[in-house]
């Protein structure tokens, strides 16, 4: 729904159509969307479903997030209708030489010798700088198998720096990461960058799972020519176990919750409480009432009764 005044800039809310939403994805989901609407900036919905679709889990995903007071501005975007963005993109950095095909498994690469201080899983660069006589044996491989050649992006430098709303600057490593998969799939890191330059978007709430992300993605957007978002990364929801909340802790949706007997406002009041608040029971009361100064920096343990 518009806003009366103009807006400047945009958060977003991005879920991916797996599953139904859990109360951390959901808790996510009302930060962004209040950090969004304090600062007057506009908030946007986008389906991310270029991997992992369940039929009908777009439409309850919204349905939930309506029902806990959420609104956004224009047309729900879908990463499936945006594959002549991502093609562009891919082209603009191919004419600058900063692509190469790469033909190692994901196998090779997480048993490949390491750079120093590079984390766990970051690509060695065995493909970046191959002979056209080692790259033509490349080919034929992935001929052999049946696929193409993954698509890396050919970077200069080793880190880049973001500053976070709760975690300040962040300096990760930035590696020749993945723009196109092989199975012809473009990948998330370049798909993200597109669409939130696209959709006006500077400000990114997500959980803090991706804070190690946000510097190769930043330092994406800037080879694209594209402005920086700014980023507030929240703490995970976590079970009883300590471990990332999900089905096997219980009823960890809001339809689960709904089942129970418990209302929407509850749900609320629920996720409401994690922020130190008491008596919430639609999102506008978190908007009105809560201070981001005060997120607690601890993961949420979500410790649901049957």
């Known amino acids: 729904m518009p806003a009366a005044t103009p807006f400047r800039g945009a958060g977003r809310y991005a879920p ?30 986008r389906v991310e479903d270029l991997d992992r679709v369940r039929e ?11 029902a ?3 609104d956004w501005d224009g047309e729900v975007v879908r990463q499936s209708e945006r594959g002549e963005a991502y093609t562009g993109a891919i082209g603009a950095l191919s004419a600058r030489g900063r692509v190469f095909e790469c033909y190692c498994t994901r196998r090779e690469i997480l048993e490949a010798p390491s750079a120093p201080h590079a984390p766990p899983g970051a690509y060695p660069g ?19 198998l049946r696929r193409e050649p993954a698509l890396r992006l050919r970077t200069e430098v080793p880190r880049w ?20 998969r092989g199975d012809g799939v473009v990948a998330y890191n370049l798909a993200v960058v597109v669409d939130d330059a696209a959709a006006g978007v500077d400000q990114v709430v997500r959980a803090d799972d991706l804070l190690s992300s946000a510097p190769r993605q930043a330092h994406l957007a800037h080879l694209l020519g594209l402005p920086e ?20 802790d219980g009823a960890v949706t809001l339809r689960d919750r ?27 009361d978190v908007l009105e009432r809560w201070d981001p100064a005060t997120l607690p920096r601890h993961p949420w343990m979500v410790d649901l009764p049957d």
């Open 16 to 45: 991916s159509p797996s599953g139904d939403l859990h109360l951390g994805n959901l808790r996510t989901a009302i930060l962004a969307w209040v950090l969004a609407r304090r600062s007057g900036r506009a908030f946007h919905l």
């Open 56 to 66: 009908g889990a777009e439409q309850r995903q919204l349905e939930d997030l309506a």
């Open 68 to 70: 806990l007071g959420l």
């Open 126 to 144: 065995t493909c970046r700088d191959l002979s056209p006589a080692a790259r033509e044996q490349g080919r034929e491989r992935m001929r052999e």
């Open 161 to 180: 720096q973001v500053h976070d709303l709760w975690a300040g600057n962040v300096t990760g490593t930035v590696d020749d990461l993945v723009l196109r």
């Open 229 to 248: 978002p700014g980023y507030a990364h929240v703490p995970l929801a976590v079970g009883t176990e300590g471990t990332r909340l999900a089905k096997r």
């Open 258 to 284: 709904l089942e129970r007997g418990e209302s929407a406002a509850a749900v609320i009041e629920r996720i409401g409480g994690s922020l130190g608040l008491s008596g919430c029971g639609d999102a506008r």
